[in-house]
């Protein structure tokens, strides 16, 4: 059984930096891609980032393109996304999914992630 849990989220001032993990049991990470989605109240989920099985593969959307990234270590199952630069926008809950697929490419199509962890709170104030 696969299980997802992200974490590392907070209450952070604008301008700050805040890296999220991700890590999932039950599922060999350097086959699959993974990718954090985030959705703020009263909004659809928005993709965030995406990354491939190996890490050498890679799309961020625009919005944190430049503030953002994301890698994985899959030693340790684990992937992250490190925000800096956050801006009261990017309050929401974010999340962290698995494709599981035979396709190890990242992807920015949430329908492709089978599994999906419970969410972390990031609040962006001063």
């Known amino acids: 059984q696969v299980h997802v849990a992200a974490s590392g989220g907070g209450l952070v001032q604008p301008g700050a930096s805040l890296t999220l993990s991700c890590t999932a049991t039950g599922v060999p990470l350097n086959t699959y891609a993974m990718g954090w989605f985030r959705q703020a109240p009263g909004k659809e989920r928005e993709f965030i980032a995406s990354i491939s099985g190996s890490g050498g593969s890679q799309i961020l959307s625009d919005t944190v393109k430049g503030r953002w990234a994301i890698s994985r270590r899959n030693t340790e199952n684990t992937v992250s996304l490190q925000m800096t630069d956050l801006k009261p926008q990017d309050t929401a809950v974010y999340y962290c999914?698995?494709?599981?697929?035979?396709?190890?490419?990242?992807?920015?199509?949430?329908?492709?992630?089978?599994?999906w962890g419970q969410g972390t709170q990031v609040t962006v104030s001063s």
């Open positions: 999914a698995v494709r599981i697929s035979a396709f190890g490419s990242p992807t920015t199509i949430p329908t492709e992630y089978k599994a």
